[in-house]
């Protein structure tokens, strides 16, 4: 009976048992996010880093017993999070908010494309 436990416990852990594969796509597009990280927010407070998604977007996560909910982020996307147990989850990429928007986000000083014009105070010969 031993050896049959020990064999499958060994079947379980090369199959992939005891995590889901949660896929990080981009809400605008739908592309695969690869280098999204993907971290559990425990109970008192502590976040423990579970994995970053590979080139297809995806990882094999298995949120610890005290996850409430997983906080997804990466480069150029707004973070978000989602509750354990989620196979799929969109990032909104972080220029589409200020798009949407028509542009009532504040810019900052340094961003000369976005300042607004000031009157030519020069004078028109005569």
Known sequence: MIPLVVIGLGICALAGCGGAR??????STGYVISGAIIEADLRDGRMVRLA????????RIAPPPG?????????????TTARPGVTSVALQPAWLGAFMDGGATP???SDHAHAP?????????R
């Open 107 to 109: 810019r900052p000083d």
């Open 52 to 59: 970053t998604t590979g080139s297809d977007g995806s990882a």
């Open 117 to 125: 014009r000031r009157p030519c105070n020069c004078r028109t010969a």
């Open 67 to 79: 996850a409430d909910r997983l906080a997804i982020r990466a480069a150029g996307y707004r973070p």
């Open 22 to 27: 949660l896929q990080v796509n981009d809400a």
